[in-house]
């Protein structure tokens, strides 16, 4: 039996959206943080939905897309060793370096091994003390308490064969660079969900206050993303630029402390490059000096060579992820980059702006040509 | 990678030390351990949230199976990865 939530009952979306067009009165651009959330918006046809007057347009949540090409390729140096296992999160082997993605890597002899969480790889050292484990330790805020577990366990282990090679970044310095270019047209964000449940909604308050934007935490159902998106207009009506919960059910005010705590303990905080964005300052985190023998960078002195510019290829990702363009804009869409095919990273994973609006495509000529 | 599978705790196996702390989660009829070194407050019988092989949050019955639904409509579940066999 299939089980259908209160979440996506289609009275309560009606309403919703009878609510927002009631209280909308001017052009508003929203943006959503999270990939999951860009996901869900498209598959659901919500986008088709809103009112006119608003517009939602799509961030740089999603890890596999920010991931810099210099990153993936020292991935790939790395796999290629032949003491080395490079463990990853399956999503991340796809993505296109600036010659290959670990997967080419695989095919040329590499040694990869995907994982679905960085304690399997600290399990693989342990079994494997003739190995070199590394784990490709990327994502936002939601990975980061496992990597930083996988370190602590491995020190506490004395394992001196695994190591992880960091490339973290955080949502809220990525929201300020956005909220501080010069061409930013962001009214309002919806924050992401999973995020933070792990590090709470503090810190939002000051960038809602900075830049008077209306920050709201939303789930990834379509009711919670359209009672989001009426909490954060109803806020730009009348004039407030507040941080709200609209996914109280699993989001609490201070996160995970825990969590928290464990990742201060391992990580600190540094600059860092995103993909098609650039640097940005104070954005990720790095491997504490106190645990530098189970940082890759440092055991291996690994550098990149070429960095790759996505302009090479002609990807746009770096206006798609900084919510100036749409993926339909790009020369490419669906034409010489597609998931089987991707140029860029948004067309990689299914959190990827433009994986999502690829997928929401097809399904719509298939509907749409009865033939 | 991002998205949090939601599964019940069936049994906690205590470790000596905080941070080895495991469980037995099931979700969707497969089973595994992951680690509560970060939801002390967690016990058997409840739905949690797990990240990456660590349990992260507690929830509702209800909202984890509407997070599972979510993640199979959406294909979510093969992309989180279920683990390959060997090295
Ligand atoms: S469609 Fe492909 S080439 Fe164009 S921006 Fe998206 S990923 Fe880049």
Redesign the interface.
């Given at each position: 039996m299939?089980?259908l939530?209160e979440?996506r009952n289609a009275a309560v979306v009606k309403k919703l959206l009878t609510e927002l067009q009631a209280i909308v009165t001017q052009p508003w651009m929203l943006m959503e943080i999270?990939?999951?959330q860009t996901?869900?918006l498209v598959?659901n046809g919500i986008l088709e939905m809103l009112p006119p007057e608003v517009t939602m347009v799509h961030g740089p949540?999603?890890?596999?897309c920010v991931t810099p090409a210099s990153m993936i390729d020292k991935a790939v140096a790395l796999a290629m060793r032949q003491e080395v296992?490079l463990c990853s999160?399956?999503?991340m082997v796809r993505v296109p370096g600036s010659r290959k993605s670990l997967q080419q890597a695989r095919s040329e002899g590499g040694?990869l091994?995907?994982?679905?969480?960085?304690?399997?790889a600290v399990k693989?050292a342990q079994e494997?003390p003739e190995?070199e484990v590394i784990f490709f330790a990327?994502?936002?805020e939601?990975?980061a308490?496992?990597?930083a577990?996988a370190v602590?366990?491995a020190a506490?282990q004395g394992l001196t064969n695994f190591s992880v090679l960091v490339s973290h970044v955080l949502v809220p310095p990525a929201m300020e660079a956005i909220l501080s270019d010069r061409f930013n047209n962001i009214n309002a964000f919806l924050g992401?969900g999973?995020?933070c449940?792990?590090m709470g909604l503090q810190e939002y308050y000051a960038l809602a206050q900075k830049y008077r934007v209306p920050v709201v935490v939303t789930g990834?159902?379509p009711v919670d993303l359209l009672e989001g998106i009426l909490l954060a207009v109803r806020q730009l009506e009348t004039g407030r630029a507040a941080v709200e919960n609209q996914y109280a059910?699993?989001v609490?005010e201070s996160g995970?402390e825990?969590?928290q705590a464990?990742i201060r303990e391992v990580f600190e905080v540094a600059d860092r490059e995103w993909r098609g964005i650039g640097l940005i300052p104070q954005s990720g985190y790095r491997v504490r000096e106190q645990y530098r023998q189970f940082d890759a960078e440092q055991k291996f002195g690994e550098s990149a060579e070429v960095l790759f510019s996505e302009t090479d290829t002609g990807c746009i990702a770096g206006e798609i992820l900084r919510g100036l363009k749409k993926p339909a804009q790009c020369p490419h869409f669906g034409k010489a980059c597609t998931p089987l095919y991707p140029l860029g990273a948004p067309m990689v994973?299914?959190?990827g702006a433009c994986a999502a609006y690829f997928h929401f495509s097809q399904a719509c000529e298939v509907t749409a040509s009865p033939h | 990678?991002?998205?949090?599978i939601p599964a019940k705790l069936e049994t906690i196996d205590e470790a000596s030390?905080e941070?080895?702390r495991t469980g037995k989660i099931s979700f969707g009829g497969i089973s595994r351990t992951?680690?509560l070194?970060?939801?002390?407050e967690a016990q058997p019988g409840d739905y949690v949230?797990v990240?990456?092989?660590?349990a992260?949050?507690v929830?509702?019955e209800?909202?984890a199976?509407?997070?599972f639904?979510?993640l199979k409509e959406?294909?979510?579940l093969e992309?989180?990865?279920?683990?390959?066999e060997d090295?």
């Open positions: 299939k089980y939530s979440y999270c990939g999951g996901h869900s598959k949540g999603c890890p596999v296992v999160f399956g999503d040694n091994k995907i994982v679905y969480s960085p304690l399997d693989l494997h190995k990327v994502g936002f939601t990975t308490p496992a990597n577990l602590l366990q506490k992401a999973h995020v449940t792990v990834f159902e059910r699993v609490r995970n825990a969590a464990v994973s299914s959190e | 990678m991002c998205l949090g030390d941070f080895f992951v680690s070194a970060m939801l002390s949230l990240h990456a092989g660590i992260l949050s929830i509702s209800e909202e199976r509407t997070v639904e979510y959406s294909g979510e992309e989180e990865g279920l683990p390959e090295i």
